[in-house]
């Protein structure tokens, strides 16, 4: 049965044809006969119990001029089977409350991936820490001398991360000789008020860091993004390079322990980083990666993730 497929996101102007996973998700819906709909996270609204949105028709394609948009019409959302929630982070307060309107979709009629409740509740870098035993040693306090405490029990350097960013915004390695340790602990807590994530750094990282696919738990695919020599970040946008890299033994192990916890939250499609062994991130909001995969293994890994949500939303017709 085609089905009427909702896409909460960035503008399609700003998207990268060749790189952005949300593209390859509408190109495959598109050619199945599903129809594709454009929903702007400002176009959401509620209308009395109903959350609804305007949306506008989409079509795709590899091409110059990518996309078109059509008709533009208000709908409640559970006029749609599937809802995707692709919003590019920050996770700010119109993130926040996109999420509070999409969790007010009647679930028995429309399928959101990933589900809203999941998605307020799983901060992409606190999440990894329900699994204590599978991440490296963390701390995460908004005081510097108890962070400078933490990087001296781990021998004088660790990674240091703000929790609100992504892309690896505002991630740095850091040395206790380093004169300027100081300045930036205060900078990047904002003199004591934002709390500031700290983790034990991990030599493999220079190896690069895995970007590990999860489907309902289960591992799709993975990539290994290595950093330049003069970069500690390891994301494409910062001049990683992608290297093919297979699922692993150990990256199985980390998904069976991962898929209980993932599948009650909701969280369906996910984009692990995994350094050496351990998992540092769990991304939620809007994985990306899957392009890259497909280039360096010669897959179409959209295909898998689209037979997804097809059986989703037949078991709720």
């Known amino acids: 049965m085609p089905l009427r497929i909702a896409f909460v996101m960035d503008p399609l102007d700003r998207i990268l044809v060749d790189k952005d996973t949300t593209f390859v998700f509408m190109l495959e819906a598109q050619q199945r006969g599903h129809e594709v709909y454009f929903i702007g996270i400002d176009d959401l609204f509620i209308d009395g119990p109903h959350p609804s949105?305007?949306?506008?028709?989409?079509?795709?394609?590899?091409?110059?001029?990518?996309?078109?948009?059509?008709?533009?019409r208000v709908e409640r959302l559970d006029w749609f089977h599937v809802v995707f929630m692709r919003k590019d982070p920050p996770f700010d307060l119109s993130y926040y409350f996109a999420t509070l309107?999409?969790?007010?979709?009647?679930?028995?009629?429309?399928?959101v991936l990933n589900d809203p409740e999941g998605l307020r509740n799983a901060?992409?870098?606190?999440?990894?820490?329900?699994?204590?035993?599978?991440?490296?040693?963390?701390?995460?306090?908004?005081?510097?001398?108890?962070?400078?405490?933490?990087?001296?029990?781990?021998?004088g350097e660790m990674i240091i991360k703000p929790l609100e960013h992504s892309g690896g915004a505002g991630v740095f390695h850091v040395r206790r000789a380093?004169?300027?340790?100081?300045?930036?602990?205060?900078?990047?807590?904002?003199?004591?008020?934002r709390l500031l994530m700290a983790q034990r750094y991990l030599p493999a990282a220079r190896q690069g860091d895995k970007r590990l696919i999860v489907l309902d738990g289960e591992p799709l695919g993975a990539l290994l993004r290595v950093p330049r020599e003069d970069e500690t970040r390891a994301n494409i946008h910062v001049g990683a390079t992608c290297?093919?890299?297979?699922?692993?033994?150990?990256?199985?192990?980390?998904?069976?322990?991962?898929?209980?916890?993932?599948?009650?939250?909701?969280?369906?499609?996910?984009?692990?980083?995994?350094?050496?062994?351990?998992?540092?991130?769990i991304n939620v909001t809007s994985p990306t990666g899957i392009q890259e995969i497909?280039?360096?293994?010669?897959?179409?890994?959209?295909?898998?993730?689209?037979?997804?949500?097809?059986?989703?939303?037949?078991?709720?017709s």
């Open 53 to 72: 949105a305007r949306c506008r028709r989409a079509e795709v394609r590899r091409a110059a001029q990518h996309h078109s948009l059509f008709e533009e």
């Open 101 to 111: 309107m999409l969790s007010l979709v009647d679930p028995r009629r429309t399928f």
């Open 123 to 155: 901060n992409e870098k606190l999440y990894a820490l329900n699994f204590p035993e599978l991440t490296p040693e963390t701390f995460v306090s908004r005081d510097p001398e108890r962070l400078k405490a933490f990087m001296d029990s781990l021998g």
């Open 178 to 193: 380093d004169r300027n340790l100081n300045a930036l602990l205060e900078t990047m807590t904002g003199l004591g008020t």
């Open 243 to 281: 290297e093919r890299a297979a699922v692993s033994d150990r990256d199985r192990e980390i998904c069976r322990a991962l898929a209980p916890r993932l599948r009650a939250d909701g969280l369906y499609f996910v984009g692990l980083d995994v350094i050496g062994e351990l998992v540092t991130e």
């Open 294 to 316: 497909n280039a360096l293994d010669g897959v179409r890994l959209e295909s898998q993730v689209i037979d997804f949500v097809e059986r989703r939303a037949a078991a709720l």
